[in-house]
């Protein structure tokens, strides 16, 4: 039997350390938070209070599961298994949380009105005990990796289960970990059960003294991912809208600056040999649209923007997408697909979601987010990696000259995909074990 955890005298004060200095930030945010709202700078509405632990519109949430995402890709990661609790009890209660705006609107895109949204708390004592206290969750699930010291502790004294889905724990956040161990040791004893989504990982959080029994290793639940039908009527509906039938496409999806412009120098050295190509960019986030815009007007760049709704024409060079939760099913229409956040040093992107519609992959060398899966889509020759435009126009003028070997790259995917599958059930049992 595990002996109950009792942090030390140090632990606690380190702790209330922690919360001082969140005491110091609090009124500069809540100063930027006013001044954002007096602006409707989109985005900051009242509903970002819950910040600050009160909740405007209660809902009938309480009582529920209360899940958390940093951001979009992780909202985008949890669609599945969301959908699968959904099923499983279409009573259930569910409370997404997110750090982001970006996040918040995709929460409603994906699940509309059948689970709630709230902006998780800044990790202060106070904020955390307000909010806990007036959704009563029966347990609560961080998704990856963003944990905080002060709701951990505030579910430990409330007798609420954490659990940490499909987590990570990179080379990077153990250093971190181990810099302040009176932070954030008593912060993993507090956590119930942890999935961990591959075997780096799973051995990354036993380095930090995780209890072998409060470990499993589970998988990536992104290998269980699944094309939606709204996906690909979505697909079909911009293939008609824009005249795409007779294009070949190059998908930049997530992309992060200074990727577009790598992907447009290959593009244009690819053009002058295959005129029918169009370079599609799907920037990772909205506030850049505007300046991935200007970039391409600079350079004489003949782009359509999506949200403008025009027709490509056999001149068009590029097409933006400016628009949220469309890249599943642009990567649909793709015939080679970038998956950014690889050049620029950010660990990469979910190379599953062009893999899951059979399309073949680039990715630059930073893909710490995602290794075990990176590497099994290279390991079966859906992943291709490159480090400059030059070597983009390589790959793609490979792929475009052997439409056969582009379809192989492509099936490839979908066999990792397959074999790698189950993830969420096994997720699914720590939940109810």
């Known amino acids: 039997m595990t002996t109950p955890f009792k942090p030390s005298a140090k632990q606690k004060i380190v702790l209330l350390g922690y919360s001082l200095v969140w005491l110091l930030i609090i009124p500069f945010a809540l100063c930027h938070f006013i001044y954002q709202l007096v602006r409707r700078k989109p985005g900051y509405t009242r509903a970002r209070l819950s910040r600050y632990g009160f909740i405007l519109k209660q809902g009938n949430q309480k009582n529920g599961l209360l899940i958390h995402c940093a951001s979009v890709g992780e909202v985008v990661t949890i669609q599945n298994l969301v959908e699968q609790l959904l099923d499983n009890n279409p009573n259930q209660r569910i409370t997404i949380t997110t750090n982001t705006t970006t996040g918040a609107d995709r929460v409603r895109l994906l699940f509309a009105n059948r689970v709630d949204h709230a902006y998780l708390p800044y990790d202060f004592p106070l904020f955390l005990k307000l909010f806990l206290n007036r959704r009563r969750p029966t347990k609560v699930l961080i998704n990856e990796m963003e944990l905080w010291p002060n709701l951990c502790h505030q579910c430990w004294r409330s007798n609420i289960p954490i659990f940490i889905i499909n987590g990570r724990m990179s080379e990077k956040s153990?250093?971190?970990?181990?810099?302040?161990?009176?932070?954030?040791?008593?912060?993993?004893?507090?956590?119930?059960?942890?999935?961990?989504?591959?075997?780096?990982?799973?051995?990354n959080y036993l380095t930090l003294g995780v209890n072998p029994d409060k470990l499993t290793l589970t998988n990536n639940i992104k290998f269980?991912?699944?094309?939606?039908?709204?996906?690909?009527?979505?697909?079909?509906?911009?293939?008609?809208?824009?005249?795409?039938?007779?294009?070949?496409?190059i998908v930049a999806g997530s992309t992060h600056e200074p990727e577009e412009q790598i992907l447009l120098d290959a593009y244009l050295a690819l053009v002058t040999v295959y005129p029918e190509l169009l370079l599609v960019i799907v920037p990772r986030h909205p506030q850049r649209f505007a300046k991935i815009h200007q970039l391409l007007q600079k350079q004489n760049v003949e782009t359509i923007l999506m949200s403008e709704?025009?027709?490509?024409?056999?001149?068009?060079?590029?097409?933006?997408?400016?628009?949220?939760?469309?890249?599943?099913?642009?990567?649909?229409?793709?015939?080679?697909?970038?998956?950014?956040?690889?050049?620029?040093?950010?660990?990469?992107?979910?190379?599953?979601?062009?893999?899951?519609?059979?399309?073949?992959?680039?990715?630059?060398?930073?893909?710490?987010?995602?290794?075990?899966?990176?590497?099994?889509?290279?390991?079966?020759?859906?992943?291709?990696?490159?480090?400059?435009?030059?070597?983009?126009?390589?790959?793609?003028?490979?792929?475009?000259?052997?439409?056969?070997?582009?379809?192989?790259a492509g099936d490839a995917g979908k066999q990792v995909l397959a074999h790698n599958s189950g993830a969420i059930q096994k997720t699914l049992d720590v939940l109810n074990s």
């Open 224 to 249: 269980d991912l699944i094309i939606s039908a709204h996906d690909i009527a979505l697909s079909q509906t911009i293939k008609t809208n824009f005249s795409l039938e007779q294009r070949l496409l």
């Open 174 to 203: 153990i250093k971190t970990y181990q810099k302040l161990p009176s932070l954030f040791q008593p912060m993993l004893e507090k956590v119930t059960a942890i999935c961990a989504q591959d075997q780096r990982d799973y051995q």
């Open 309 to 408: 709704e025009k027709t490509c024409q056999p001149t068009t060079q590029v097409l933006l997408c400016d628009q949220m939760g469309k890249l599943r099913s642009i990567y649909a229409l793709a015939d080679i697909s970038f998956v950014g956040g690889s050049l620029a040093d950010r660990g990469g992107h979910n190379a599953l979601e062009p893999a899951a519609v059979g399309v073949p992959i680039l990715m630059g060398k930073s893909t710490y987010n995602n290794p075990a899966i990176c590497q099994a889509l290279a390991d079966n020759g859906a992943l291709l990696t490159v480090t400059d435009a030059q070597q983009i126009k390589s790959a793609c003028k490979k792929w475009l000259d052997n439409p056969e070997q582009r379809k192989q």
